[in-house]
């Protein structure tokens, strides 16, 4: 069975600076897609970048990039020139490409970011 | 360009009534996934449906938990005779009608409190 680490429970950073939030991964799949998911206060679950595993190239969404490391299977979002609206819960999640459960997200327990001013 | 609605938002029911959740999915979307979070947790997946069909319910409990997503109208998540450890938000995420996995994006989630 895959399952997902987020080994920091809780992290802080100074607006405008860079933070990188940690992810490892368990699985015997070789295709797969891995995710990041920010939670703000509202509540509401929002895509913040995709991986597929497949691609060699790290994944970048403006601000947001990530360190995908297949063999050492870890997956770290990288926040740059943060703001306070980053401040959420982040969540990293893993999908199967192919056989069964593809489609079902996996996701780890989240970290909790707060941006300072 | 609507996102994925659930309703209601936020729901109160007590032990041993029933709880309907609701999810439509976005425009295009074929495909729809329940997740439960608990406190301070991680989403769990639930259910993943297509049109009339239960594709893996392989996270749902045994009882009392029911899910459909009909030819018309949106998916809904079915809990009958609701216990305190219900309570928890409910996320509904569509998907694309496409081969394969593809990225879920989320609804705003149902709150469900059981008194």
């Known amino acids: 069975a895959q399952t997902v680490t987020q080994s920091q429970p809780e992290m802080s950073v100074q607006e405008a600076e860079t933070v990188t939030l940690s992810c490892t991964y368990d699985?015997?799949?070789?295709?797969?897609?891995l995710f990041w998911y920010k939670q703000p206060p509202s509540r509401q679950m929002i895509l913040v970048i995709r991986?597929?595993?497949?691609?060699?190239q790290n994944a970048t969404e403006n601000r947001f990039s990530v360190n995908f490391q297949k063999a050492a299977k870890s997956f770290s979002l990288k926040i740059s020139d943060s703001q306070l609206g980053d401040t959420a819960m982040y969540f990293c999640?893993?999908?199967?490409?192919?056989?069964?459960?593809?489609?079902?997200?996996?996701f780890g327990k989240g970290t909790k970011l707060s941006v300072k001013p | 360009n609507a996102g994925v609605m659930q309703n209601p938002r936020h729901l109160v029911r007590r032990r041993g009534q029933e709880a309907r959740l609701r999810c439509s999915p976005m425009?295009?979307?074929?495909?729809v996934y329940w997740y439960r979070q608990l406190p301070e947790e991680g989403l769990k997946f639930m259910v993943y449906?297509?049109?009339?069909?239960?594709?893996?319910e392989s996270g749902m409990p045994k009882e009392r938990f029911s899910a459909e997503f009909p030819k018309e109208g949106p998916s809904i998540l079915r809990i009958q005779q609701v216990v305190r450890g219900d309570s928890a938000a409910y996320f509904c995420?569509?998907?694309?009608?496409?081969?394969?996995?593809?990225?879920?994006?989320f609804g705003p989630g149902t709150r469900l409190t059981v008194l």
């Open positions: 999640a893993f999908m199967r490409r192919y056989g069964g459960s593809q489609g079902n997200l996996i």
């Open positions: 991986q597929e595993a497949y691609k060699q």
């Open positions: 995420a569509s998907s694309r009608d496409r081969q394969g996995p593809d990225t879920q994006y």
């Open positions: 425009k295009g979307h074929s495909h």
């Open positions: 449906l297509q049109k009339e069909n239960i594709i893996d």
């Open positions: 699985t015997s799949e070789s295709n797969y897609y």
